[in-house]
């Protein structure tokens, strides 16, 4: 029973992450429409691109990721990493609904509501990463510690997306005030 649970929780904190991506990815797009300069547009559409990547990347590696992650992780931690991330996939659901909606509100201030979110998503793949860590101190064949190794550098990958999205925002929001 615990292993059905917890691979329920897995599947679901994987499919979360996917749908924060895809979500983000919209957002970022539609606010790159109201941008008012060229540099900030642009940067949006960069930030866009990149969270459609990283559902894109999430969608293709998820069985190997479960595959790989069961026995790496506690019941606990993905619980409460679902919960986290439940909770603010639907912040960013009002907040896209808001921006849809046309409720007018400077670009500077819903840059600094988007950092919180790359925050998220930041640490949902660190925690990622560390289970890979462990995992591979794991008795592996030659085969396995290759396949984890590549998927680790994909993680590794789109940590550094997600800190440069941070960083990116930060300068956009000073830029825009």
Do not use: W
Request: charged residues 30%; without cysteine.
């Amino acid at each position: 029973m615990v292993v059905r649970d917890f691979n329920s929780a897995l599947i679901s904190m994987l499919r979360n992450l996917e749908e924060v991506e895809d979500e983000l990815a919209e957002l970022y797009s539609e606010l790159s429409e109201l941008a008012a300069d060229e540099l900030s547009k642009i940067s949006l559409q960069l930030i866009s691109r990149d969270s459609a990547k990283h559902r894109d990347i999430l969608k293709g590696i998820e069985e190997t990721l479960l595959n790989d992650l069961k026995g790496s992780l506690s019941v606990e931690g993905v619980a409460a990493m679902n919960r986290e991330l439940e909770s603010k996939l639907g912040k960013i659901r009002e907040y896209a609904a808001t921006v849809r909606g046309g409720v007018t509100k400077d670009l500077a201030n819903r840059l600094m509501e988007l950092e919180d979110y790359e925050t998220i998503a930041l640490s949902m793949y660190e925690y990622m990463l560390s289970s890979y860590e462990s995992a591979s101190s794991r008795v592996l064949t030659s085969g396995e510690r290759s396949r984890m190794e590549v998927i680790k550098s994909i993680i590794r990958s789109i940590i550094d997306d997600e800190k440069f999205h941070k960083e990116l925002i930060g300068r956009l929001s000073n830029l825009t005030h």
